[in-house]
């Protein structure tokens, strides 16, 4: 286990919002060093809509993210409330239960939140 653990959480579907998730990630890994520091991405909500493997304006933060070995999580029930099949959410991704159900994890863990 390293040293730090933070979850971050994006649930709206705003480009903007989730482009400041993925840079608050980025300067996260820079800062306190990727070896130091698990970081886990929950995505709920229309959020999820964003996550598809289809390239889009957040491809290359996304890629750069991924490439750190940051755990993308989505949740299944976002999945099943807009009609997203798995087939067409990103690889990288894995498919919780429930996303608020990961997030009470994570903490009960004491993986710090943080929602940007």
Known sequence: MKQYQAIFHVS???I???????????????DLGDENVDVGLLVNGPA????TSEEGELSELLRQVLERDVDLALCNN?????????????????????GVGELVKRQTEGWAYIRP
């Open 78 to 98: 976002a999945l099943k409330l807009f009609d997203l099949n798995r087939d067409i959410m990103l690889s990288e991704a894995r498919v919780v239960p429930s």
């Open 16 to 30: 903007d919002d989730i482009t400041f998730a993925l840079k608050n990630i980025i300067n996260l890994l820079n």
């Open 12 to 14: 709206e579907e705003s």
């Open 48 to 51: 999820v809509k964003a996550f």
